[in-house]
């Protein structure tokens, strides 16, 4: 069984500042993806990022990067340059295991300050 | 053209109803899935279909029953509704169930009330 630890559950930002969020999880697979998910106010599931286990490499889009510690199973994500766009919640999630189930952390309220 | 669509995104109700929801993607993929997020915004997979087969049956009330006509489709049936069911549920699509590098579209997601 995989579980997902987002110890922060709210964080704000100034607009054009940067900010990460912290992730750590535990799985018992090798084989695995994990990934961060947005939720804005509008609710819509929106993929951020995504990160191949193991590639050693962080997973780098646009203004979003990863921070991805195998070892330690930590899977921050950093926003550069925030925007008021970025104003949601955040969820971070292995997939992995039977079935390929992705589970999901109980999310980061994410405020961006103008 | 939308990816991932769900039927109503807005269903109030009293208890003891049943009602359904419906999801289409017209991603061409072969996995589908219904996830509960509740008032805490803990989001939680229910069930997940491969080409019309029942893949993934998370610990859920026999109340629920997915009905999946074709791969393109998978709708959820909800009988005898309980104020507990009140949450927002989600469609999501990905184009394998067995490959863990497959990525989950979701669709824009229901509000059920049950009152």
């Known amino acids: 069984a995989q579980t997902v630890t987002q110890s922060q559950p709210e964080m704000s930002v100034q607009e054009a500042e940067t900010v990460t969020l912290s992730c750590t999880y535990d799985?018992?697979?090798?084989?695995?993806?994990l990934f961060w998910y947005k939720q804005p106010p509008s609710r819509q599931m929106i993929l951020v990022i995504r990160q191949e286990a193991y590639k050693q490499q962080n997973a780098t889009e646009n203004r979003f990067s990863v921070n991805f510690q195998k070892a330690a199973k930590s899977f921050s994500l950093k926003i550069s340059d925030s925007q008021l766009g970025d104003t949601a919640m955040y969820f971070c999630a292995p997939s992995g295991g039977a079935n390929s189930k992705l589970t999901f952390g109980k999310g980061i309220t994410l405020s961006v300050r103008p | 053209d939308t990816a991932v669509s769900q039927t109503p995104k807005y269903l109030v109700t009293q208890m003891g109803n049943d009602k359904s929801i419906k999801c289409e993607q017209n991603l061409g993929h072969d996995t589908m899935y219904w996830y509960k997020q509740d008032s805490k915004k803990f989001l939680k997979i229910m069930f997940s279909y491969n080409n019309k087969e029942l893949i993934i049956n998370e610990t859920v009330p026999n109340r629920f029953s997915p009905k999946s006509p074709d791969k393109a489709h998978l709708n959820l049936h909800i009988n005898s509704l309980e104020l507990g069911d009140s949450a927002v549920y989600f469609c999501?699509?990905?184009?394998?169930?067995?490959?863990?590098?497959?990525?989950?579209?979701f669709g824009p997601g229901t509000r059920l009330t049950v009152l």
């Open positions: 799985t018992s697979e090798n084989n695995y993806y």
């Open positions: 999501a699509s990905s184009r394998t169930w067995d490959r863990y590098s497959d990525t989950q579209y």
